[in-house]
T-cell receptor, first 109, second 114 residues
């Protein structure tokens, strides 16, 4: 059974701080990794994906991948109250995605 | 922009009813997926489809069936709804052509079975 683990949170950070969200996965053969943001009552929205070891930056978001440690993270710089949401990590297997249960992020003004 | 639409945002049904949830995507995606999302359990895959008339079971297919008669439309069917099928149902689609097959979600249908 492929597993994707995330701390459920909530992770509370003040406005302007860096939020760090972490995810570990069990399938060593996984190749692609995704971060989705889900606001309360809404559907998941794709933020970023990463497939190579190292960092990938997109605006205030940076995804980090370490395949040897089976670890993916998402950094949000200059966090805003509008970033308050649940962040889902997803790992692509052969044909489908396995999702973590998500980490709730709360950014206080 | 990818657009995935679902037939209803909210639906209330009675135990034993047959329920149809419809999903339509307008980006010519080959792959379509049905998930349910429950507090504490996360997103769980019910069924998916790679092509018209093709279907594959996901992690929790019991009590559900699907239909894909046209490429853009993927239907989830609850043959005899039960209270434990009360949930948020999410449809998603992705393209074979996209390098990493990222999935795009519809707005969801919150189903309540009484």
């Amino acid at each position: 059974q492929k597993e994707v683990e995330q701390n459920s949170g909530p992770l509370s950070v003040p406005e302007g701080a860096i939020a760090s969200l972490n995810c570990t996965y069990s399938d060593r053969g996984s190749q692609s990794f995704f971060w989705y943001r889900q606001y309360s009552g809404k559907s998941p929205e794709l933020i970023m994906f990463i497939y190579s070891n190292g960092d990938k930056e997109d605006g205030r978001f940076t995804a980090q991948l370490n395949k040897a440690s089976q670890y993916v993270s998402l950094l949000i710089r200059d966090s805003q109250p509008s970033d308050s949401a649940t962040y889902l990590c997803a790992v692509k297997g052969y044909s489908t995605l396995t999702f973590g249960k998500g980490t709730m992020l709360l950014v206080s003004p | 922009d990818v657009k995935v639409t679902q037939s209803s945002r909210y639906l209330v049904k009675r135990t034993g009813e047959k329920v149809f949830l419809e999903c339509v995507q307008d980006m010519d995606h080959e792959n379509m997926f049905w998930y349910r999302q429950d507090p504490g359990l996360g997103l769980r895959l019910i069924y998916f489809s790679y092509d018209v008339k093709m279907k594959e079971k996901g992690d929790i297919p019991e009590g559900y069936s699907v239909s894909r008669e046209k490429k853009e439309r993927f239907s989830l069917i609850l043959e005899s709804a039960s209270t434990n099928q009360t949930s948020m149902y999410l449809c998603a689609s992705s393209s074979h052509q996209a390098p990493y097959n990222e999935q795009f979600f519809g707005p969801g249908t919150r189903l309540t079975v009484l």
